[in-house]
């Protein structure tokens, strides 16, 4: 399943449907993001990447629904994976903490938890996206995080794109963020900031 393909719109440069990527009037593919590019008997232009919000295209546009469910599916997969990594490290700590005769409430031990988890994640994120582009539940959904302007993925981009994920109220802010404002296709609020953008692998364009 590939993202939905540019409108044609006369008169208007072409971009990149899925990165907002400038393209040649002749491009099959976008040579950033390797996404696939609608093509006319003629020639073929799409609307710039900022003509309306991911909101409006959620709504009407099918591909990018399933590009969406695709991204939350990722998301959960990940989830599970830091949930169940940070629960058994508190299962270590804490009680390794009492043997110690260190006893904490409950209340303390909740906040402790959250706080674990929510570092591991940003962690998680962060270095994996710097890493090979993609987390584990990215790579089973054919997604990866790549640059906007082409430039080199690095620790400090990873970071930005990644820091909302330590409380889950930031993160639903950021995608609310990227959702109505008139951003790149795809991006969130700090990847806006951070020039990245979430996009199809070009393995699962070739698959």
Known sequence: MLLSSPAVFPYEM???RNCGSELSNDAAFCPK???SVAT????YVSASPFSET????????SQTQDFWLRRVVAYVIDWIIVLIVSLIIGLVIFPLSAFYGVFL???????GFAVLAGLLYLLYFTLADYMIHRT???NLMGLEVVTTDGSRLDIGKAFVRNVSKIYPLLLFLDVLGGFFMKVKSGQKFSDSVANTNVVVSKRSIIN
């Open 14 to 16: 072409p971009f990149c």
């Open 33 to 35: 993001c390797g996404a």
């Open 40 to 43: 006319s008997t003629s020639s």
């Open 54 to 61: 991911e909101a409006d295209k959620l709504l009407k546009d």
């Open 105 to 111: 409430p409950f209340s303390l031990i909740g906040v």
């Open 136 to 138: 584990v539940g990215k």
